[in-house]
């Protein structure tokens, strides 16, 4: 069993830059593969970007490609997300994921998310 708790999130204006973090509970933490995704107020969640365990492989929807990055210290359990040029519709709540069954879309953890808001 695995804990995710994601922060970071908040306000920002459109094109402004946003650091997501999400923490891990777990010594196995180091062996999952990690996700990312949002949700938009009334839209399905959609995947947004993933890293293998060992950051030898990323993967990033074609929505946020060249503008978010993903990334992970396994040495702190964390895995983050780098948001750049942020847009209005990049707004939503936002999850991290673990373990993945199907990677890079299929996770068994969940976390509780976090805010993100564009203004424009």
């Known amino acids: 069993q695995v804990q995710l708790v994601e922060s970071g999130g908040g306000l920002v204006q459109a094109g402004g830059s946003l650091r997501l973090s999400c923490a891990a509970s777990?010594?196995?933490?180091?062996?999952?593969?990690m996700g990312w995704f949002r949700q938009a107020p009334g839209k399905e969640r959609e995947f947004v970007a993933a890293i293998r365990w060992n950051s030898i492989s990323t993967y990033v929807a074609d929505s946020v490609k060249g503008r978010f990055t993903i990334s992970r210290d396994n040495a702190k359990n964390m895995v983050y997300l780098q948001m750049n040029s942020l847009k209005p519709d990049d707004t939503g709540v936002y999850y991290c994921a673990g373990d993945s069954s199907n990677w890079p879309k299929e996770y068994r953890y969940w976390g509780q998310g976090t805010q993100v808001t564009v203004s424009s």
């Open positions: 777990g010594r196995t933490f180091s062996s999952y593969d």
